[in-house]
């Protein structure tokens, strides 16, 4: 029984392996792109601001306005802050070397193009904001605030992050994040009602789980695989759920936040064992099902079809 049982699991695998390589070839992994991280969190504490204008200017402004929130007066006194010093140096020593994040990325865009041609690869940086924003995107570049990917472990994240956050506060989860944060601005979610939000989360979960093949679902979920399991368990009931209790077309901004924001659990299911985001586990699973009825479909067949009903008519 347990060598029949192997044999299923192998053939499962084999079948989404052969279901998402349609959208890889040689000719991607060819591509001329070279992703390599600019190091704007070492030049902050390094470099004046004229030079930082002239080696960055669509974000150094962003950055003293935007995310630090300084005035061009403070900016001094803010570098000569012993925390931020502290906060500077362990980032830079978290990310001496970024070689396996530049390969990662460097992958995961050259996917992107391909199947995108028409889409632009931006730059990416890091930069270091206080524990504000974990990833700024800009019309040409991916900026991630490398302070909140220090890992679980960092004493800091106790007092500046929710308890649910912090076992994706690491350098593994940082990929996952800079490409959702550049896909979901690039391709923006349709939140009119709740069907079209999840679809529209949906189809982002399923690029990134084409973009970045070595990651598990419940990484790009940011899921725990206790979380992943019980959604996988209770899938139909979870839908069942949304559709009896008329939530699917709701139009209330709260009913759709409660089914696509981050947080501990989903209101309505178990608190112990549900994962937030539930809609966006459900829009994947929509997603999927349409693309495997749909074999001919590209990447960017997918994302041009607004119809929410029509996609979830393959469910």
């Not at 459900?282 to 009903?309: C, E, N, P, R």
Request: include cysteine; hydrophobic fraction near 35%.
């Amino acid at each position: 029984m347990r060598k029949y049982l192997e044999i299923f699991l192998l053939i499962l695998l084999c079948t989404a392996c052969s279901e998402k390589g349609r959208f890889y070839s040689k000719e991607a992994e060819s591509l001329p792109i070279d992703v390599e991280i600019e190091r704007f969190d070492i030049d902050f504490m390094s470099m004046d601001s004229a030079s930082l204008v002239q080696n960055y200017p669509d974000f150094y402004p962003i950055y003293v306005r935007n995310i630090l929130e300084l005035p061009a007066s403070e900016l001094e006194k803010f570098r000569a802050d012993s925390a931020v010093r502290a906060l500077f140096a362990d980032v830079e020593k978290e990310y001496s070397n970024v070689d396996d994040i530049e390969k990662t990325l460097t992958k995961a865009f050259k996917y992107y193009k391909y199947n995108f041609p028409d889409k632009q690869v931006p730059n990416v940086s890091f930069h270091v904001s206080g524990f504000n924003q974990s990833i700024v995107t800009l019309p040409e570049r991916a900026s991630v605030s490398a302070d909140f990917y220090l890992g679980k472990d960092y004493p800091l994240y106790s007092t500046v992050a929710y308890q649910y956050e912090i076992p994706y506060l690491t350098r593994e989860h940082l990929p996952i994040d800079v490409m959702l944060g550049w896909l979901s601005t690039e391709f923006p979610s349709d939140d009119s009602r709740l069907l079209e939000s999840m679809i529209s989360h949906g189809k982002i979960i399923y690029l990134l789980e084409v973009f970045l093949p070595d990651y598990k679902m419940n990484d790009i979920l940011s899921y725990t695989e206790e979380q992943f399991a019980w959604c996988e368990e209770h899938e139909r009931k979870i839908w069942h759920s949304i559709v009896e209790n008329k939530e699917l077309y709701s139009t209330d901004w709260r009913t759709i936040m409660k089914y696509t924001q981050p947080a501990p659990f989903t209101n309505g299911y178990s608190q112990e064992h549900s994962p937030g985001r539930l809609g966006v586990y459900m829009g994947w699973k929509i997603v999927s099902s349409f693309m495997k009825a749909h074999k001919d479909f590209s990447l960017s067949d997918l994302m041009s079809t607004t119809d929410a009903q029509e996609i979830m008519r393959y469910y």
